[in-house]
């Protein structure tokens, strides 16, 4: 059987990998149920634009350079997956999804694009004048 340049089998790689990337995915759930964001929560976060201020009026997002180079690099397409893989994948996820018989919250591929919480104001998705990333 072949073996690799670190000593081990393609397969044992692969195994190893796919190991290590679920234990990164369960370390990144977690520093996020500690700080009590859902993973919408943290999309919302990194892509929003802008927010309502303490008068409750829209004010920009502040973002640091660490955050600037994080939402270019994805949406320009420098990192990888593309930024479309994963939106196909989000809504392959979404036709998917099994809904409890007696879950009447949201009807299965029902408003997964309209924003109706209290994290995002509608004024805000309608604003046309969106900030230069």
Do not use: C, Y
């Not at 999804?97 to 919250?105: G, L, R, Y």
């Not at 994290?119 to 309608?126: A, H, S, V, W």
Request: aromatic content about 6%.
């Amino acid at each position: 059987m072949a073996t690799t340049p670190s000593g081990g089998t393609p397969k044992q790689n692969f195994q190893q990998r796919a190991r290590a990337d679920s234990k990164k995915l369960d370390m990144v759930l977690k520093t996020l149920e500690d700080i009590k964001w859902s993973p919408s929560r943290f999309v919302l976060e990194l892509l929003r634009l802008k927010k309502i201020g303490r008068e409750g009026v829209a004010v920009t997002v502040t973002r640091t350079d660490k955050h600037k180079w994080v939402v270019k690099t994805m949406l320009n397409g420098t990192t990888k997956p593309f930024i479309g893989e994963i939106l196909d994948l989000l809504w392959r996820n979404a036709n998917r999804t099994e809904f409890q018989e007696n879950d009447k919250s949201v009807p299965p591929g029902h408003k997964m694009f309209i924003g109706n919480s209290s994290f995002i104001n509608n004024d805000l998705i309608k604003e046309k004048h969106l900030q230069k990333i």
